[in-house]
């Protein structure tokens, strides 16, 4: 696992040897497409940069399969909300790609209130010859045109459109926290605080909501949506996730308004671990259904969690991420680092789960060796071919040359996305500004 | 940070201190929370309700706490910028027959009686936990309806430890203007806790120069009655009412 490594640093803001981050340029989202050939990246400025893989070739065995810029292009802008007085962010919360049914390429990104669907193609003919208009576009002087010629195709310098082929508008009151596209291809989910809606991908006046917690009165909010996400095979079926630490799966065949869940998972609260901050730390940040579709891996403050569909009473598998910040929680609080929203990934074969954590380290639990592994993120220990060094954390006791200390973690240096190619052992590391993509050459193949 | 001088204290005593530093941390973060970009994050701040809720909850149910005097309405105020004393003189009337949306809150002049007692002294049956608000159709149909945290509604305010700021000061707390807070926090916790809240505060709207026409009937109404001003409320964040004094 991550024994032989290539590591690839892609900077976006350009100020490689300072420590100060422009807060626009803060990565705040990473997927791969269904292919892994692309890698679409969001962040706080509403921007959105897609890398391509480039192809294995013979002549640069050391280049192939390297991740470079393809297309950048700005997805959303502050806006401003004149009726309650604020302003909407322009952070691309999520993106999500859809199935490629074309030469084109589609993704959905979302910011707190408005989801967009852009189509991303590529242009590398142009016709040339018109009759009409000169090479600058220009019209020419009809006197001269003493011929008719039929325009070809010539080749030209690639070139990569992004459009916004769809807005979906107004579709929610609170902060929308995920999509979901619907293994159906037409249909996708988009969940706030409180509501989930429903959407045709060609509709954009108008979208169902099937799911809604928003109690009578206000006061009486006890749990918020999370996120949420389509089952990968059943187009029927989805889960979201709650404050209270709770996955409900829900059928939509059911009946339009999915308010009664079909299933409810949850795990009884462990009395002996009873804090003030207990329930901010059973907050679910991410939920992510395995390819497979058996299984659902949730993330909370300390740990990931596997669910078997088929067992609503508790999680199949625990691993702790980082349990020593458990007596830090009050400090924690404090600094607002406990509200962290860490997400979590499944590898393609669903036998390795990833997660991200603090002092830019990520974490990797192999679900059949119940080997786990901690690795950093890094400008120092990341060159390139560099092998990752597995980290530790001392929490007192023996401590090792190279391990850190739990004092000394840096808090601002946080992962929280990650992701992981469809197929390949690849994976996207966001750390602030900077992405990491690090692949495994030795074990290219999923095991 | 937790302090190694909590440790020579009694356990309940640090345990409580403890408490009453979480309930000033989070008063902090909900205040700091309006002014940002976005809009209040309703489930950040539902999170930081319940912590608000577990440790006020601890911190008043630890026994053998000495019981706070009884609040003077005209305040008092070293930290409070006169106005705000003005105001809460003015709450003391009755509750003002704003209370047009059908409000079934408990006027708060039958918790206020027991400040300063101790539960069992508090004449009339302890009011419900819970203060259901009930908001008026005008305020339901707006889209984006304020969201408000859950009150804790107590009879008596919580035992303080020795204050060193004179005890009305708290009243004031329970005013419209946040910058008192600020104030509070400043100075000193023992300020912050030593008040009994009734209900909740309503912060100043964005800006705060809308809430300088309305201020007065803010303020003078009780914590309770807050959402009764409407047209305002229309116009307020979502989650910009939601702070709960203590």
Known sequence: MGEDTDARKINHSFLRDHNYVTEADIISTVEFNHTGELLATGDKGGRVVIFQREPESKNEPYNQGEYNVYSTFQSHEPEFDYLKSLEIEEKIN?????PQQNAAHSLLSTNDKTIKLWKITERDKRPEGYNLKDEEGKLKDLSTVTSLQVPVLKPMDLMVEVTPRRIFANGHTYHVNSISVNSDCETYMSADDLRINLWHLAITDRSFNIVDIKPANMEDLTEVITASEFHPHHCNLFVYSSSKGSLRLCDMRASALCDKHSKLYEEPEDPSNRSFFSE??????DVKFSHSGRYMLTRDYLTVKVWDLNMETKPVETYQVHDYLRSKLCSLYENDCIFDKFECAWNGSDSVIMTGAYNNFFRMFDRNTKRDVTLEASRESSKPRAILKPRRVCVGGKRRKDDISVDSLDFTKKIL??????????????ATNNLYIFQDKVNSEMH | MVHATWMILPPAFTFK???HRIVSISLGKIYSARGQRGGLKLHKNLLVSLVLRSARQVYLSEP???????????????EEPPPRTAAWAAEEPPPPPQDEAGRDCQGPRPRRCCCGENRGGCAGAPPPPHCPRKRSAGERGQAGSPVKKPRREEEEPPPLPPPPSPPCEQEDMETGNVASLISIFGSSFSGLLSKEPKGRRRPPLDGGEAAAGTAPAEAAAEPGQICCDEPVLRTLNPWSTAIVAF
């Open chain 1, 417 to 430: 996305h990650t992701a992981w190619h469809p197929t390949e052992n690849i994976i996207a590391i966001a």
């Open chain 1, 94 to 98: 999520k993106i999500k790609w859809l």
């Open chain 2, 64 to 78: 053998g706490c000495p019981p706070e005097p009884p609040p003077a309405p005209a305040g008092h105020p070293e």
């Open chain 2, 17 to 19: 201190l403890e408490a």
């Open chain 1, 280 to 285: 901010i730390i059973s907050s679910v940040s």
